[in-house]
Nanobody, 119 residues
Framework: QVQLVESGGGLVQAGGSLRLSCATSGMDIFSINTMAWYRQAPGNRREWVASTHSGGSTDYAASVKGRFTISRDNAKNTVYLQMNSLKPEDTAVYYC????????????WGQGTQVTVSS
């Protein structure tokens, strides 16, 4: 079982920056195949934002590429999402996800952290 706790959300003006953190417990982060961030705006489906894989590669949704950076600190068992040049359309609840392959795929979720970008 993997527990995830997000932090770092808040209110920021358009063009500003925030850094989200996702602290993991229950499993060493280097044993987790993929750590990812998703977001869900009111009335919308949850959408994938970015992923960092155990081999070191990263992927980004087109809407955030060049503005957001995902990273992981294995020593701190923490994943970060640095968000720059924020736009009002980035407003959403951001969720941390851990995907573990152990015979089959297991997914774990945090409780979410609110990010609000004012225009």
């Amino acid at each position: 079982q993997v527990q995830l706790v997000e932090s770092g959300g808040g209110l920021v003006q358009a063009g500003g920056s925030l850094r989200l953190s996702c602290a993991t417990s229950g499993m060493d982060i280097f044993s987790i195949n993929t750590m990812a961030w998703y977001r869900q705006a009111p009335g919308n489906r949850r959408e994938w934002v970015a992923s960092t894989h155990s081999g070191g590669s990263t992927d980004y949704a087109a809407s955030v590429k060049g503005r957001f950076t995902i990273s992981r600190d294995n020593a701190k068992n923490t994943v970060y999402l640095q968000m720059n040049s924020l736009k009002p359309e980035d407003t959403a609840v951001y969720y941390c996800n851990a995907m573990v392959m152990a015979g089959r795929e297991f997914n774990f979720w945090g409780q979410g952290t609110q990010v609000t970008v004012s225009s």
